[in-house]
Each structure stands twice: as C-alpha cells, then as structure tokens.
C-alpha cells in the first residue's frame, strides 16, 4: 500500500502569510494527487487534481505542484476563509490513501 | 447541477447491518467510476471501496474487506454500500465521491454503531 505523509500536522499562520503543505509518497504516484480544504461540519472540497490542475471556481492564491513522490499545496495569500483543514489524497492505485490531514489554523 | 445525495445512515447495534445509497444527478452516472469514503468523528478521511463504471471491478479497504459491499444500478443513477458485521469502529459519516480524483461530494450520511 501508498502510504501518505502529509506535514505539518498543524499550523498557525496570519492572513496574508505565504502557507506551503507537503505530501510525500512512499512510492511513485506520477501525478495522480489531489488535494481537498475541509472546514468544520463542511463536505471536503477538491481544490486542486492532477498535482497542479487548479479546480474551477477555486482562487487562484491556490496552487499544487510535484510529481512521483514529493507534492505541494501553496496558499500565496492567506485569506480568512482559508483556515481549514487540508488533505491530500493519492488514487494512483488501490487501496487509495490520504495523508492524515494539515490543520490550518489563525495566529 | 451536479449532485449526490446519500441516505440510509443511522444507528445499528454492533454486528448489525445497513445499507447505504447515494442518488446521482444532474451528469451521465454511467460513464463515472464511484467511491466511497468516511470519516470517523474528528478523525481525517478514509477510502474504503471503489467500483468502476460498469460495476466490473471493484475494490475495497482492509478494513472493510469481507463485510462491505459496493454497487451500483446504472438504470437508477444509484451506488450502494451494503454494511454487514457492523463495528464500533465503522461510526463515521460515509460520504460518496465521483470520479478517482473525487472532484464532487455527497453531504455525507452519518453510521453510528453502538449498544
């Protein structure tokens, strides 16, 4: 199985900040990874697939890159509604993974 | 408007049985692969089953192998998860989800497993 490191686990960052989350694979995955924002009580939203490809409708302060086994999601400009929790998921091959979530919180 | 909408949720006692749905509208469900996945409360995501379009090919999670069962009815726009042997440990919202890369949602139906 692919197993899906995410990091941090939690932060603290202020609006504005340049945010950067991780996601490394522990084997290659080409570029079959997406990343989701989940608020509190909320369904979890796709705001960016195949690595980089930005969903529509999403801001464009949202961006992914990496490819194989090492991913990023950067927030260029934290706005108050960013402050979610974030997951990365790998549907490379079965069993699909997600990493265990970043927690995006206000400093 | 693309929508899913599952039900079926509720409490069961453990080693009881439910069985979820999830009502597609508003694309060609057809041509879609689906999955499932949940989330135990304040816990992160979970995948635990994928069947492909035409139902041909599945998969599930360990920690669902041998008790769960997907599938889907083409003719209805519907995917269903059968929960058999049902654990403590199943208590989640199962949500449904389009496509490998997920990229739409259900609202989520709320599995409680408890005496």
């Known amino acids: 199985d692919i197993q899906m490191t995410q990091s941090p686990s939690a932060m603290s960052a202020s609006v504005g900040d340049r945010v950067t989350i991780t996601c490394r694979a522990s084997?290659?995955?080409?570029?079959?990874l997406a990343w989701f924002q989940q608020k509190p009580g909320k369904v979890p939203k796709r705001l960016i697939y195949?690595?980089?490809s930005l969903q529509s409708g999403v801001p464009s302060r949202f961006s992914g890159s990496g490819s194989g086994t090492e991913f990023t999601l950067t927030i260029s400009s934290l706005q108050p509604e960013d402050f979610a929790t974030y997951y990365c998921l790998q549907h490379n091959s079965y069993p699909y993974t997600f990493g265990q979530g970043t927690k995006l919180e206000i400093k | 408007e693309v929508q899913l909408v599952e039900s079926g949720g509720g409490l069961v006692q453990p080693g009881g049985s439910l069985r979820l749905s999830c009502a597609a509208s508003?694309?060609?469900?057809?041509?879609?692969?689906m999955n499932w996945v949940r989330q135990a409360p304040g816990k992160g995501l979970e995948w635990i089953s994928y069947i492909s379009s035409s139902g041909s090919t599945i998969y599930y999670a360990d920690s669902v192998k041998g008790r769960f069962t997907i599938s889907r009815d083409n003719t209805q726009n519907s995917l269903y998860l059968q929960m058999n042997s049902l654990r403590a440990e199943d208590t989640a919202v199962y949500y449904c989800?389009?496509?490998?890369?997920?990229?739409?949602w259900g609202q989520g139906t709320l599995v409680t497993v408890s005496s």
């Open positions: 084997q290659g995955i080409s570029n079959y």
């Open positions: 195949a690595s980089s």
């Open positions: 508003g694309f060609t469900f057809s041509s879609y692969e």
């Open positions: 989800a389009r496509g490998g890369a997920m990229g739409c």
